[in-house]
């Protein structure tokens, strides 16, 4: 069983249409980071959430921690191909070990 | 600056060989971790070092082993390769592996069980 599941696990849009991709646990974290990855390269931090409720905008990219901290959202307007890519939720374990979500890959097409 | 760094980039292996794959972490970070990425899922955890000691070990079998030398460099061994180890294996370092310190990924190194 997955700690932390994503959805939806692909996404295929045009360019610039808006989309949302969720970070859900039935668990309360202390704090969720998103990453992207791109191919051929390991995945970069975008973000991280700490406090119930937080909303954080990154250009077109907003991110959103949830009142009970279960859950996120990374929502992405006017999306553009250079979006392209896979978009993990992780939490950070007290060792610093990360635990990843299984990832949405997202396609924009031009 | 530079990066961090993984060698080889790509690995083709039969079942039952042995490989080692290298990290050369961020100048300066003295924390390193390993990841095995399969195509389509998130990475998951396999080893932490930090100062030349393991600190933390994934749900991975005993034929996975690691360490960190000196120079806070790091190998990755995996012996009597099995098709499932067919996967990316991301590096990444941090200062200290303090939850606060954020890890910097290389670009993996693709490995290929045949």
């Known amino acids: 069983t997955q700690l932390l599941e994503q959805s939806p696990q692909f996404l295929s849009i045009q360019e610039g249409e808006n989309l949302t991709v969720y970070c859900n646990s039935s668990?309360?974290?202390?704090?969720l980071q998103w990453y992207r990855q791109e191919p051929g390269e390991g995945p970069v931090l975008l973000v991280t959430?700490?406090?119930?409720?937080e909303v954080k905008k990154l250009k077109r990219l907003t991110f959103q921690f949830g009142d009970a901290r279960k859950d996120s959202s990374l929502h992405i307007t006017a999306a553009q191909p250079g979006d392209t890519g896979l978009y993990l939720c992780?939490?950070?374990?007290?060792?610093?070990?990360?635990?990843f979500g299984q990832g949405t890959t997202l396609q924009v097409k031009p | 600056d530079a990066g961090v760094t993984q060698s080889p980039t790509h690995l083709i292996k039969t079942r039952g060989q042995h490989v080692t794959l290298r990290c050369s972490p961020i100048s300066g970070h003295k924390s390193v971790s390993w990841y095995q990425q399969v195509l389509g899922q998130g990475p998951q955890f396999i080893f932490q070092y930090y100062e030349k000691e393991e600190r933390g070990r994934g749900n991975f079998p005993d034929r996975f082993s690691a360490r960190q030398f000196p120079n806070y460099s790091s190998e990755l061994n995996v012996n009597a390769l099995l098709l499932g180890d067919s996967a990316l294996y991301l590096c990444a370092s941090s200062f200290t592996p303090n939850t606060y310190n954020e890890q910097f990924f290389g670009p993996g190194t693709r490995l290929t069980v045949l």
């Open positions: 959430v700490v406090t119930g409720g």
């Open positions: 668990s309360v974290f202390s704090s």
């Open positions: 992780a939490l950070r374990g007290n060792t610093g070990k990360l635990i």
